[in-house]
């Protein structure tokens, strides 16, 4: 029996050349059955990944967020459901996102102290001319009615003299007790 390294072939044992005929022959045929399953291969390849963009693109929004984003939104969730009790502004701080943007956390504070000292300024600037016009208006009532001040101001006079006249008799009274 020959070794199947020899020149000869189990088919012709004797006959070199026709041996090494079939063994090119064979290795052909390998090839050929090679790159059809190759191209096979591909084809198949090709059609489950047209098939699989097609799914993938029908259910990418559902599954397009990563890690990052879910976890984010995760942390989101559970903050809205612990500050659901709680109003106050001191206890969003008590809650811990590693993902927190520093910087956006800095120019929401500082818009919303702008806000206030908008608001500050502006009721001031509201009192400030509620005060002005009240000021002229009173101007003005003092200007059109000067009788009246002087009314006013004759009739607290007499006020003051009975005051006064009230006391001076009182003291009288106290001296002669005295006496």
Same mark, same amino acid.
């Not at 809650?95 to 956390?105: G, H, I, S, T, Y």
């Not at 300024?121 to 000067?146: G, I, L, M, Y």
């Given at each position: 029996?020959?070794?199947?390294?020899?020149?000869?072939?189990? /088919?012709?044992?004797?006959?070199?050349?026709?041996?090494?005929?079939?063994?090119?022959?064979?290795?052909?045929?390998?090839?050929?059955?090679?790159?059809?399953?190759?191209?096979?291969?591909?084809?198949?390849?090709?059609?489950?990944?047209?098939?699989?963009?097609?799914?993938?693109?029908?259910?990418?929004?559902?599954?397009?967020?990563?890690?990052?984003?879910?976890?984010?939104?995760?942390?989101?969730?559970?903050?809205?459901?612990?500050?659901?009790?709680?109003?106050?502004?001191?206890?969003?701080?008590?809650?811990?996102?590693?993902?927190?943007?520093?910087?956006?956390?800095?120019?929401?504070?500082?818009?919303?102290?702008?806000?206030?000292?908008?608001?500050?300024?502006?009721?001031?600037? /509201?009192?400030?001319?509620?005060?002005?016009?009240?000021?002229?208006?009173?101007?003005?009532?003092?200007?059109?009615?000067?009788?009246?001040?002087?009314?006013?101001?004759?009739?607290? +006079?007499?006020?003051?003299?009975?005051?006064?006249?009230?006391?001076?008799?009182?003291?009288?009274?106290?001296?002669? /007790? +005295?006496?």
């Amino acid at each position: 029996m020959p070794h199947a390294y020899d020149a000869c072939s189990a /088919k012709y044992r004797d006959d070199p050349v026709r041996a090494a005929i079939e063994r090119r022959a064979n290795a052909e045929m390998a090839q050929k059955r090679q790159a059809e399953a190759a191209a096979r291969a591909s084809q198949i390849l090709k059609s489950r990944l047209e098939a699989g963009m097609q799914v993938k693109s029908a259910s990418m929004a559902a599954f397009e967020e990563d890690e990052d984003t879910r976890f984010r939104r995760e942390l989101e969730e559970q903050r809205k459901r612990l500050m659901a009790d709680y109003s106050s502004d001191s206890s969003s701080s008590s809650v811990f996102d590693p993902f927190k943007n520093k910087r956006l956390e800095k120019e929401r504070k500082r818009e919303r102290k702008e806000k206030e000292k908008k608001a500050k300024k502006e009721k001031k600037s /509201k009192k400030e001319k509620k005060e002005k016009k009240r000021k002229t208006e009173a101007e003005a009532a003092d200007v059109a009615e000067p009788e009246k001040k002087k009314k006013k101001g004759a009739e607290a +006079d007499e006020r003051i003299g009975e005051k006064k006249a009230k006391k001076e008799g009182k003291e009288k009274k106290a001296k002669k /007790k +005295d006496t």
